[in-house]
Nanobody, 120 residues
Framework: QVQLVESGGGSVHPGGSLRLSCAAS????????MGWFRQGPGKEREVVAS???????DYSDSVKGGFTISRDNAINTVYLQMNSLKPEDTALYSC??????????????WGRGTQVTVSS
């Protein structure tokens, strides 16, 4: 079982920056692929970025060049540095932990999310 708690959201002006954190409790943090997802008003949830245990990263096209995902395995935390924020980045940002076993079974856990609002 993994529990995830996000923090760092808030309100910023366009062009501003925020750093989100996701603290994970539980065992074997390093084997989990960690991801950030977001759901904006009237939109479906979408993946923003992910990072696996080897620190390989992947980003959605909409945030490439502006967002950076990282993880600190010593303290079981994943971060999302968001720069040059735009109003369309306004969303509830949620952390996800996913582990795929050899038999194909997948365990996935979600945090409750942290709200990011970008407006002038």
């Amino acid at each position: 079982q993994v529990q995830l708690v996000e923090s760092g959201g808030g309100s910023v002006h366009p062009g501003g920056s925020l750093r989100l954190s996701c603290a994970a409790s539980g065992k074997d943090f390093t084997v989990y692929t960690m991801g950030w997802f977001r759901q904006g008003p009237g939109k479906e949830r979408e993946v923003v970025a992910s990072i696996d245990g080897g620190r390989n990263t992947d980003y959605s096209d909409s945030v490439k060049g502006g967002f950076t995902i990282s993880r600190d395995n010593a303290i079981n935390t994943v971060y999302l540095q968001m720069n040059s924020l735009k109003p369309e980045d306004t969303a509830l940002y949620s952390c996800n932990a996913r582990r795929r076993f050899i038999n194909g079974h997948v365990n996935a856990y979600w945090g409750r999310g942290t709200q990011v609002t970008v407006s002038s």
